[in-house]
T-cell receptor
């Protein structure tokens, strides 16, 4: 069965601290896709990254970086030098490579609060 | 460019009533999805359209829920005989196709009294 676990319910940091959001997934497929989305207080989900199961290279985009490790079924997200605007709920999601499906399985989210 | 739009933004109805929620995807996106998000939870998949047809409706909770996309663009989620447990934010997303990133709309907050 597919499952995404985000064990950290809420994290609070002070501005400029680095913070890592954990994501552990379960799947029986060899082909799958992993995503991170941000949901700010306004409510609209914002796409951050997509990674396929064959690409284990870490990715960096500005202050954001992602660490994908198939050996531990983890896809962790790090924000460097956090800012107040990073305050949001962050969701990790999994999509399996099924023929007639494209559903995202979301974790329960991690609420990040960045204090000035 | 315009993102995914959803109407209404808020809908309050009484138990037992029928509601329709509308989604306008990003122009050119062939895939459309409906999700439901309850407070404190991640979005939960309902249905996926590729073009006009529902490719995967495995997430619809029961036969009171139905969705259409007759011309491969706008979609309507229909809920019959609403129940208090249907209260949630209903999210629509669209994408260029299978396995591409899904872009979400602002959602419709449905409250069933």
């Amino acid at each position: 069965a597919q499952k995404v676990t985000q064990a950290q319910t809420e994290i609070s940091v002070v501005e400029k601290e680095d913070v890592t959001l954990d994501c552990v997934y379960e799947t029986r497929d060899t082909t799958y896709y992993l995503f991170w989305y941000k949901q700010p207080p306004s409510g609209e989900l914002v796409f951050l990254i997509r990674r396929n199961s064959f690409d284990e290279q870490n990715e960096i985009s500005g202050r954001y970086s992602w660490n994908f490790q198939k050996s531990t079924s983890s896809f962790n997200f790090t924000i460097t030098a956090s800012q107040v605007v990073d305050s949001a709920v962050y969701f990790c999601a999994l999509s399996e490579g099924g023929y007639n499906t494209d559903k995202l399985i979301f974790g329960t989210g991690t609420r990040l609060q960045v204090f000035p | 460019g315009a993102g995914v739009s959803q109407t209404p933004s808020n809908k309050v109805t009484e138990k037992g009533k029928y509601v329709e929620l509308r989604c306008d995807p990003i122009s050119g996106h062939t895939a459309l999805y409906w999700y439901r998000q309850s407070l404190g939870q991640g979005p939960e998949f309902l249905i996926y359209f590729q073009g006009t047809g529902a490719a995967d409706d495995s997430g619809l909770p029961n036969d009171r829920f139905f969705a259409v996309r007759p011309e491969g663009s706008v979609s309507t989620l229909k809920i019959q005989r609403t129940e208090r447990g249907d209260s949630a934010v209903y999210l629509c997303a669209s994408s260029l196709g299978q396995y591409n990133e899904q872009f979400f709309g602002p959602g419709t907050r449905l409250t069933v009294l």
